[in-house]
Nanobody, 125 residues
Framework: QVQVLESGGGLVQAGGSLRLSCTASGLTSDGYVMGWFRQAPGKEREEVSCIHWSSNNTVYANSVKGQFTIARDNAKNTLHLQMNSLKPEDTAMYYC??????????????????WGQGTQVTVSS
């Protein structure tokens, strides 16, 4: 059974940076997409960025392109999200997630099989 555990959230001033990490256990093959999703108060959960574990193919939401970078460390089964130039509108609970997929065309909330417990990111103005 796949499990994921996030770390690295916190409070940062606008323009600052944070790095989120997610450690996965139970991955039995490379046919997984792992990704970051976020949910702000009163809003629906949305895709931020995903990566295919074997192909290293990545996708980003338009709102974070050029600002966030997703990367994986296969040896450590760890996923990272480097977030730069943070804005108050980036404030949300960030979730690491995983789902089985042979490839990655787009990030999909609806396909997620496994969710982490979330880590809060708060950006002050």
């Amino acid at each position: 059974q796949v499990q994921v555990l996030e770390s690295g959230g916190g409070l940062v001033q606008a323009g600052g940076s944070l790095r989120l990490s997610c450690t996965a256990s139970g991955l039995t093959s490379d046919g997984y997409v792992m990704g970051w999703f976020r949910q702000a108060p009163g809003k629906e959960r949305e895709e931020v960025s995903c990566i295919h574990w074997s192909s290293n193919n990545t996708v980003y939401a338009n709102s974070v392109k050029g600002q966030f970078t997703i990367a994986r460390d296969n040896a450590k089964n760890t996923l990272h999200l480097q977030m730069n130039s943070l804005k108050p509108e980036d404030t949300a609970m960030y979730y690491c997630a995983a789902y089985r997929s042979a490839g990655l065309v787009y990030c999909s909330v609806s396909r997620v099989d496994v969710w982490g417990q979330g880590t809060q990111v708060t950006v002050s103005s």
